[in-house]
């Protein structure tokens, strides 16, 4: 079945570090692959999405990068915010009538200090 | 901004009692779905409707029920509640476009003493 792998948290950085969050996934076809950010007391928001290869979704200064030859789609940010503290999940979708039913990764805490 | 809202936010409850679990959204939107997350955070689809009088289960097996007979309004019910779920229920809807943007509402966190 489907499946999407996140690097295991949590991760701590300072404020300005550069970020990675690394996300792999197996599907069968081809998938659409989101990020989604889940902030403190509220619901999950989508960050960025890609729906083909080599696509490059970005959205807050945060880029991923569809690639089908690793079947990674890889978070990154180059100067992080104590405001990006936060909960991210990498998610993937099928598409066709499966399409808004995603399969998510087991989710990335991201805490950043001043 | 997504507007799906669910209620109530926090409820602790004791074994078998019904619980329903309210999830609202004023989009329109055709398909809604409910996702559980575990405490290690991680979402599992346990129901979806693709538009009113159509439900079906989604990977993880759950003992709950869902209905679908107003567009905007998508409840989820466990007619006897356990402390196993004893959970957060995310409930989230998507457009007739299929962008493959889910909107979330803000959760339902579950407890069952």
């Known amino acids: 079945g489907d499946s999407v792998t996140q690097m295991e948290g949590p991760v701590t950085l300072s404020e300005e570090a550069f970020l990675t969050i690394n996300c792999t996934y197996t599907a069968t076809g081809y998938p659409s692959l989101f990020w989604y950010v889940q902030y403190p007391g509220e619901g999950l928001q989508l960050l960025l999405k890609a729906t083909k290869a080599d696509d490059k979704g970005s959205n807050k200064g945060f880029e991923a990068t569809y690639r089908k030859e690793t079947t990674s789609f890889h978070l990154e940010k180059g100067s992080v915010q104590v405001s990006d503290s936060a909960v991210y999940f990498c998610a993937l979708s099928v598409g066709g009538t499966s399409y808004g039913k995603l399969t998510f990764g087991q989710g990335t805490i991201l805490t950043v200090h001043p | 901004e997504a507007d799906i809202y669910q209620t109530p936010r926090y409820l602790v409850i004791g074994t078998g009692k019904k619980i329903t679990l309210e999830c609202s959204q004023t989009?329109?939107?055709?398909?809604m779905y409910w996702y559980q997350q575990d405490p290690g955070m991680e979402l599992h689809l346990i129901h979806y409707s693709y538009g009113v009088n159509s439900t079906e289960k989604g990977d993880l097996s759950s003992e709950s029920t869902v209905s679908r007979i107003r567009t905007e309004h998508f409840p989820l019910t466990l007619e006897s509640a356990r402390p196993s779920h004893t959970s957060q229920y995310l409930c989230a809807s998507s457009g007739y476009r299929d962008t493959g943007e889910l909107f979330f509402g803000e959760g339902s966190r579950l407890t069952v003493l």
């Open positions: 989009m329109g939107h055709d398909k």
